[in-house]
């Protein structure tokens, strides 16, 4: 069972740290670029990341399914077999 615990947290690491990733790294590249340019638009802050996790998310939303429906069949057939 404890196992089956980690397993769940390494499952959900694994399946948000591509989209949370992308997420800091356009947010860090934004934020450059308005200290350099010293462009402080809320707008500008928001809209890049929120459109590149739109992006992430539909590249990456058919391997995330995938991921969590082998796991959730997994762990029903283990429930099944006690």
Same mark, same amino acid.
């Given at each position: ?7 769940? !947290?390494?499952?959900?690491?694994? /399946?948000? =740290? ?8 356009? *947010?860090?590249? +934004? %934020? #450059? ?13 928001? !809209?890049?990341?929120?459109?590149? /996790?739109? =992006? ?8 995330? *399914?995938?991921? +969590? %429906? #082998? ?12």
């Amino acid at each position: 069972m404890v196992h089956d615990a980690q397993a769940a !947290l390494f499952l959900v690491l694994a /399946v948000s =740290l591509p989209v949370l990733a992308v997420a800091a790294l356009v *947010g860090m590249v +934004v %934020a #450059a670029f308005q200290a350099a340019s010293q462009i402080q638009d809320p707008t500008l802050a928001h !809209l890049p990341r929120l459109i590149s /996790v739109i =992006l992430a998310l539909s590249l990456l939303g058919t391997w995330m *399914g995938h991921e +969590v %429906a #082998a796991f959730a069949t997994q762990m029903f057939l283990r429930a099944s077999s006690l």
